[in-house]
């Protein structure tokens, strides 16, 4: 849910409630598959390097 979700002001009567996921958080996975003969993208390559590191925090 979105926080800004969560401190806009609203005129009807609806009940809003969130509290954090434990145990096990929640994960999602990407996987990118790119053509061995295709050419050189430096930007996909800058992508992919970031996401993978980025997971690894």
């Known amino acids: 849910m979105p ?3 969560l401190s806009a ?3 009807c009567s609806t009940t ?3 509290r954090k996921i434990r ?3 929640p994960v ?3 996987y990118a598959a790119v053509r061995e003969t295709s050419l ?3 930007a ?3 992508l992919l ?3 993978r590191e980025a997971a690894q925090q």
Do not use: K, N, V, W
């Open 3 to 5: 926080r800004a979700t």
């Open 9 to 11: 002001s609203y005129t």
């Open 16 to 18: 809003r409630t969130a």
């Open 23 to 25: 145990r096990p958080e």
């Open 28 to 30: 999602r996975g990407i």
């Open 40 to 42: 050189p993208q430096p």
């Open 44 to 46: 996909l390559r800058g």
């Open 49 to 51: 390097d970031a996401l």
